[in-house]
């Protein structure tokens, strides 16, 4: 059974950082291609950041340089650092793992206060 929860999420105020994870059992972690999602009330799910078996990543044009996606195969976990955060950026953020198919987190909600 595969299992990604996410953690990390909460009220942070406009300008700061939060640090999500995202734990993974149930699937061939290192071969997975990983990504963190998110989604705001009303609007559709976007990707925020990917990172690939091999390590190579790719960010949405909106968090480009402040956000910072990484994993760590020996845990099987996955990790969006944040920074300078927006209350735009509101939303829950969604872990995605795509190994033969695509497998979702629960949501972890993110909060910016302006």
């Known amino acids: 059974q595969v299992q990604l929860v996410e953690s990390g999420g909460g009220l942070v105020q406009a300008g700061g950082s939060l640090n999500l994870s995202c734990a993974a059992s149930g699937i061939m972690f290192s071969i997975s291609h990983m990504g963190w999602y998110r989604q705001a009330p009303g609007n559709q799910r976007v990707v925020v950041a990917t990172?690939?078996?091999?390590?190579?990543?790719n960010y949405a044009d909106s968090v480009k340089g402040r956000c910072t996606i990484s994993r760590d195969n020996a845990k099987n976990t996955v990790y969006l650092e944040m920074n300078s955060l927006k209350p735009e950026e509101t939303a829950v953020y969604y872990c995605n793992a795509h190994v033969l198919r695509n497998f979702w987190g629960q949501g972890t909600q993110v909060t910016v206060s302006s």
């Open positions: 990172i690939s078996s091999g390590g190579s990543t």
